[in-house]
């Protein structure tokens, strides 16, 4: 399945911070920014992390539920979120379902060593169930102020 704008967003039920299970189907009725990152504390990762956290309030005013994603333990989640005081639930996708689902690990090398890791993209997904927005390869700087404007259009 290829992911593609005004499709219905793949399905997921995966296990968030809290160790609550979040399924897609149940947030209909939202607009949800769907955003997958390589890792928890990492530089870009934090910036993103606490940018998204900074305009919690404009997000909740677009009618908006932010859930990111990466390859991480609940337990390394729930550090991150405690260490920046994150407003948001992360998904722990250590089976990598839900990066399969939207496509978005790939080959990246590091010293030479090649590996399968996530490429930084997000999604938003409309209250609808289907895909509003597609960024991939994701520069961190200015990135939620882009998601914010996207939000704004959808919402008219």
């Known amino acids: 399945m290829t992911i593609e704008i005004s499709k219905i967003a793949p399905s997921f039920n995966a296990i968030c911070d809290d160790e609550t299970n979040i399924e897609l189907s149940e947030l209909r009725g939202k607009n949800v920014v769907l955003y997958f990152y390589p890792k928890d504390d990492t530089p870009g990762c934090t910036i993103e992390a606490q940018d998204f956290t900074k305009n919690i309030d404009k997000f909740m005013a677009l009618d908006a539920v932010i859930l990111g994603v990466s390859k991480d333990s609940v337990k390394k989640h ?79």
């Open 78 to 156: 729930c550090k991150f979120i405690e260490k920046y005081n994150l407003a948001f639930n992360l998904i722990s996708d250590e089976d990598k379902e839900v990066c399969s689902k939207y496509e978005v690990l790939k080959e990246k090398s590091m010293f030479g060593k090649k590996y399968i890791g996530i490429d930084r993209s997000t999604f938003i997904i409309d209250k609808k169930g289907n895909i509003a927005h597609i960024w991939r390869g994701v520069k961190v700087n200015g990135h939620v102020d882009e998601i914010l404007e996207k939000l704004k259009e959808i919402e008219g």
